[in-house]
């Protein structure tokens, strides 16, 4: 199992190693394992010939092609896919030519590799890792041909590769990108969209695009639809144009949500949105109530570091102002308001006032993903079949039902047993009439579980991911301390979306 996940971490896909597994052994070492699969893929055994001056380290197919001495460590390093750039369907012909006509040099003659063609190269392999120039590896005279110029992967890789080399310091998001660059043969079916809410490293964001075609991620930020504001993050394929908003549209201030606080509203307290959704309750009662006295032993007249001090305060642990010189943590039906989801949508019976706080806390803010999502309805007017990983409260089902698209058929990925029950609740209110699959275990979603799935209700119309949060209760202090940070990403969950979303691909091409 330790080799398999590390080998789909390499980028190869499933049925590769399954492949190389049952022909050379499961004892056999990851390095072997993962030169089997390279030589398989570039037409042949690998053969070491008496005349092969790089020993062990080089590469030969069956039609004697000779590559830059690559080794196992060098496919390890994962730096060897650069020639497997996905392509588009239009050049891919021109990409062959291209490849055919390429001159070696007097250095080294040798056969090119058989092509590949863009189906073959769609497979489970992340297009390209890291983003490596292709002339970053500096070995013999000959080396691997670039894709065609016109590739358009290959041009997201380096413009992606020159971002992030442009980063310094302290890792910054990328500007928004919109994502209608796909080329047409990441654009075909199913659809997918993977969000995250999460404040992640621009590094975690090279590596999710990685696996997912090398689009760009496209980030947008909350406050220009709701009272809330964050950074989301989209990696998708899905259309760009003729978004809309869905109506009416929600309230933008905390203001317009709460009115009744205007008139406790201290002038020094700025704040017009939310800017995290704080989940933590241990210790806040005590909190406000110091507060509380700093406020009434000041007689109003707070000290400029006073103010920010309880500024700080107020904006990390999402604290509003509920009477004069009271301040108290906000209700789950405001933040329910704030993300566009049903009033009391996380009452549940025996649920505390944090566990609903946490729920909701990387929840998507349905407003914005409905923007999203909303070409959709014009795709799908009759309806579609959904798969949902990581469902939490239901946040995708939601938003979808909001832009008016029927839901046919969802099934559901969702580890917490609370947040199972919420969207099973929302579901049997809400008067669906298509059907709901609950399944709790992701690692459930087996190959024969999905096609039994796909069998029932047909090919999933849309696949949509949002990571889960492993939620440990923390002290206020560490709760407050903890919103400039930036979030660790459980990579395995993530693993486990590429590996259903391929399966899911695969089906379909078998169709």
Not at 45 to 58: L, M, Q, R, V, Y
Not at 489 to 505: A, T
């Amino acid at each position: 199992m330790d080799k398999t996940l590390r080998l789909l971490e390499i980028g190869f896909s499933e049925q590769e190693i399954s492949a190389a597994i049952e022909k050379y052994g499961s004892e056999v070492s990851i390095s072997e394992l993962a030169d089997s699969i390279v030589c398989d893929r570039m037409g042949g055994p690998c053969i070491k010939t008496e005349e092969d001056p790089f020993g062990a380290n080089s590469w030969m197919t069956g039609n004697k092609f000779k590559s830059s001495s690559m080794g196992a460590e060098r496919v390890l390093d994962a730096s060897f896919y650069s020639n497997l750039a996905l392509r588009t369907e239009e050049s891919s012909q021109a990409a062959a030519s291209q490849i055919r006509d390429f001159d070696i040099g007097d250095s080294c003659k040798g056969k090119q590799p058989k092509e590949e063609t863009a189906d073959e190269l769609i497979t489970i392999q992340r297009p390209k890792p890291e983003f490596d120039d292709l002339n970053s590896y500096s070995g013999p005279a000959c080396t691997v041909p670039k894709p065609p110029v016109s590739s358009k992967v290959l041009q997201r890789q380096l413009k992606y590769k020159a971002r992030r080399m442009a980063a310094t310091g302290v890792p910054k998001l990328i500007q928004p990108v919109s994502c209608s660059s796909v080329d047409q043969m990441v654009a075909k079916a199913p659809l997918f969209f993977y969000g995250n809410v999460m404040n992640l490293s621009q590094d975690s964001w090279v590596k999710i695009s990685q696996f997912l075609y090398a689009i760009e991620p496209e980030f947008v930020n909350t406050q220009f639809f709701s009272a809330l504001s964050r950074k989301e993050g989209y990696i998708h394929n899905l259309p760009t144009k003729n978004r809309f908003h869905i109506l009416p549209k929600p309230p933008m201030t905390i203001e317009e949500v709460i009115p009744q606080t205007k008139k406790y509203w201290p002038s020094w307290d700025t704040r017009k949105q939310l800017t995290c959704i704080n989940s933590e309750t241990i210790g806040i009662s005590q909190l406000c109530d110091r507060l509380r006295n700093i406020l009434i032993d000041s007689k109003g007249l707070l000290s400029v570091e006073q103010q920010k001090d309880l500024l700080h305060q107020c904006r990390s642990l999402n604290l509003m102002w509920v009477g004069r010189n009271r301040v108290s943590p906000i209700e789950p039906e405001l933040v329910e308001r704030i993300l566009g989801y049903p009033m009391y949508h996380t009452r549940e019976d025996g649920l505390s006032l944090g566990e609903r706080l946490q729920s909701l806390k990387h929840s998507f803010q349905t407003d914005t993903l409905g923007y999203h999502l909303s070409v959709l309805k014009s795709m799908y007017p009759e309806g579609l079949t959904l798969l949902s990983i990581y469902s939490g409260v239901g946040g995708a089902e939601i938003t979808l039902n909001r832009l008016g698209i029927r839901l046919k058929a969802v099934v559901s990925v969702e580890p917490s047993e609370i947040k199972r029950k919420i969207l099973r609740q929302w579901w049997d209110k809400s008067d669906q009439t298509g059907e709901l699959v609950q399944i709790e275990n992701i690692q459930k979603l087996s190959s024969s579980k999905l096609e039994s799935l796909i069998k029932k209700f047909g090919v999933f119309d849309f696949i949509i991911c949002q990571n889960p949060y492993t939620y440990a209760p923390k002290s206020v202090t560490m709760a407050a301390a903890e919103t400039e940070s930036f979030a660790g990403l459980d990579f395995s969950l993530f693993y486990e979306f590429v590996r259903v979303l391929q399966r899911v691909r695969s089906a379909i091409k078998t169709r």
